[in-house]
């Protein structure tokens, strides 16, 4: 063989091999779709650090807004679609999905220090013991308010004031003629959406979704109590259109100085404190949420969690993504990149013992108290049969919290009475369970 064919042979050997290599990197994408939140979007901006670490695997993301999330990994679990790889789903659904065989189990073995995380995320994340979703960041609910506000108005918000005492800093500090709401809170129907809020103002009315027969309690007066409340509260002191307002466009308001209180996730409280993003970020105050009648269920828990649908044939890397985008290194990674008050919260016990989170998060203790004093199993004053603070830990509950969540934003923006929405909800609740075969 001459000099030019060995020079040949040897650059189509080096090429194959090239390309042989590149697609060994490349034979992995896993698709993840994830909920439009900050520390989400973070995560996808930081996902070229977990690629450069892991060269077999290439992440493509589908960010979507809650509702869609909900309904679109839903119907994709239980037609089993195979569109995703990695879901995020909270603990509404981990439980169940788990238990129908839905989800393959979380790898919890060798550094991930399962035991790290807080105790009440993990439990409500697992079925039989068995962690079915990595929780990315937790939360419960508290009162984010504006302390020059409330100072100027003479008044004052402590821990667990009642209702009514919060009407009257809302009234107090409402000053539309300036751009000033009182109150903000999220009004969009849907289970997750307004429901998630209203569920717990229910609760410390002294209300609850079911009987212990299983029966829809959406008539009584203590869920009768709570939406007229609800319903004259924003009615009078919140932003315009507050039917259509969730999460992400009340934290846009309070940002932006619009918001004399919000009662939300304690997730926020990272956002409103950051001044590159909030505007009044030197003057935010936090305070356990409001009650009434009782304190049980008053703010609720919720863990938005990274979970693998049985089946997927990407299961391997989707495990690899899930630990290190649930793990203590990935919180150090946001800590040092970002600032360790961006850290996605809510979650290990490691992150509030860090004196860095300590020192830079003023909400932490705030954020850790809400989360310890919620109680899934034990959330309203009458006793109910299901476990759940702010949902009902069954399968039906989607489409009748769903399905109440229409009735109640419809009562807000003034298309029916609050009687009618709890009438034509109960009615409806009553019809699934009974479907359902409950009674």
């Known amino acids: 063989m001459n000099t030019l064919a060995k020079k040949s042979l040897t650059c189509a050997v080096s090429l194959a091999a090239a390309m042989s290599t590149a697609n060994l990197y490349a034979q992995t994408e896993i698709t993840v779709a994830t909920v439009n939140n900050g520390h989400m979007i973070e995560m996808q901006k930081l996902t070229p650090i977990f690629e450069q670490a892991h060269p077999d695997i290439k992440v493509k993301w589908v960010t979507l807004e809650e509702g869609v999330l909900r309904q679109n990994v839903t119907q994709d679990i239980a037609n089993k679609s195979g569109l995703y790889d990695v879901m995020t789903i909270g603990m509404y659904e981990a439980p169940i999905w788990g238990e129908r065989n839905w989800l393959e189990p979380?790898?919890?073995s060798g550094s991930y220090d399962v035991e790290d995380?807080?105790?009440?995320?993990?439990?409500?994340?697992?079925?039989?013991?068995?962690?079915?979703?990595?929780?990315?960041?937790?939360?419960?609910?508290?009162?984010?308010?504006?302390?020059?506000?409330?100072?100027?108005?003479?008044?004052?918000?402590?821990?667990?004031d009642s209702w009514e005492h919060i009407r009257d800093v809302a009234a107090a500090v409402h000053n539309p003629g300036?751009?000033?709401?009182?109150?903000?809170?999220?009004?969009?129907?849907?289970w997750g959406d307004n429901m998630a809020f209203l569920s717990t103002m229910a609760n410390s009315f002294g209300a609850r979704w079911f009987d212990e027969d299983w029966k829809p309690q959406l008539e009584t007066a203590e869920w009768k109590n709570a939406v007229n409340f609800y319903v004259d509260l924003l009615t009078k002191y919140g932003p315009p259109g507050a039917s259509s307002n969730s999460f992400n466009e009340n934290l846009a308001l309070f940002n932006q100085?619009?918001?004399?209180?919000?009662?939300?996730?304690?997730?926020?409280?990272?956002?409103?404190?950051?001044?590159?993003?909030?505007?009044?970020?030197?003057?935010?105050?936090?305070?356990?949420?409001?009650?009434?009648?009782?304190?049980?269920?008053?703010?609720?828990l919720w863990a938005w969690s990274l979970a693998i649908p049985a089946g997927t044939k990407n299961a391997d890397a989707a495990q690899t993504f899930i630990r290190w985008?649930?793990?203590?290194?990935?919180?150090?990674?946001v800590g040092e990149t970002n600032g360790w008050a961006a850290v996605p919260t809510g979650t290990r016990s490691s992150t509030y013992a860090n004196p860095k989170f300590q020192e830079a998060a003023v909400f932490a203790k705030a954020e850790l108290k809400a989360i310890n004093s919620a109680n899934p199993a034990?959330?309203?004053?009458?006793?109910?049969?299901?476990?759940?603070?702010?949902?009902?830990?069954?399968?039906?509950?989607?489409?009748?919290?769903?399905?109440?969540?229409?009735?109640?934003?419809?009562?807000?923006?003034?298309?029916?009475?609050?009687?009618?929405?709890?009438?034509?909800?109960?009615?409806?609740?009553?019809?699934?369970?009974?479907?359902?075969?409950?009674?």
């Open 257 to 300: 100085g619009k918001c004399g209180m919000w009662i939300d996730a304690t997730i926020a409280a990272s956002f409103v404190t950051d001044p590159s993003q909030s505007t009044v970020a030197d003057q935010v105050g936090f305070a356990q949420s409001p009650i009434q009648a009782t304190d049980k269920g008053a703010n609720w």
């Open 325 to 333: 985008a649930t793990s203590k290194d990935y919180i150090q990674l």
């Open 117 to 160: 995380i807080i105790p009440s995320i993990r439990g409500g994340l697992s079925y039989n013991n068995t962690l079915y979703a990595a929780p990315f960041y937790g939360e419960s609910s508290m009162v984010m308010y504006r302390k020059d506000l409330v100072k100027a108005a003479g008044m004052e918000i402590n821990d667990r």
């Open 378 to 439: 034990d959330s309203t004053l009458k006793p109910s049969p299901y476990v759940g603070v702010q949902f009902a830990a069954i399968p039906e509950f989607q489409a009748i919290g769903t399905t109440t969540g229409q009735m109640v934003s419809g009562a807000l923006a003034g298309s029916m009475s609050v009687d009618q929405a709890l009438k034509s909800a109960n009615s409806s609740a009553n019809r699934q369970m009974r479907q359902a075969g409950y009674y």
């Open 106 to 108: 979380i790898d919890t």
């Open 178 to 190: 300036e751009g000033v709401y009182g109150m903000c809170l999220r009004g969009k129907a849907g």
